[in-house]
């Protein structure tokens, strides 16, 4: 059964850093994108970032410069380190991967993410 287990929010102040994991467990078959989308309090989940197998990255427009996705495939790991953080950034963030042909989803189970101004 594929798990992902997400670790690393937090609550922090405006400007500072945390850095969000994300472990694929219990798969046979390869990982291909990983990423994070956020959800705020009355608002949509929206896409923050995304890498692909070989390591091309993607992110909304107001994480650019402060955000950075990465990946450990060996360890079927996804990172994100988020700097500079705003308090618009407060949401709980959700991992995915896409495993398998054909493409599945798989979610993590949502880390929270405050940000104090």
């Known amino acids: 059964q594929v798990q992902l287990v997400e670790s690393g929010g937090g609550l922090v102040q405006a400007g500072g850093s945390l850095k969000l994991s994300c472990a694929v467990s219990?798969?046979?078959?390869?990982?291909?994108?990983m990423g994070w989308y956020r959800q705020a309090p009355g608002k949509q989940r929206e896409l923050v970032a995304v890498i692909t197998s070989g390591g091309r990255t993607n992110y909304v427009e107001s994480v650019k410069g402060r955000f950075t996705i990465s990946r450990d495939n060996a360890k079927n790991t996804a990172f994100l380190q988020m700097n500079s953080l705003k308090p618009e950034d407060t949401a709980v963030y959700y991992c995915y991967a896409g495993i398998g042909a054909p493409l599945n989803m798989y979610w993590g189970q949502g880390t929270q993410v405050t940000v104090s101004s």
């Open positions: 219990g798969s046979i078959f390869s990982t291909n994108d």
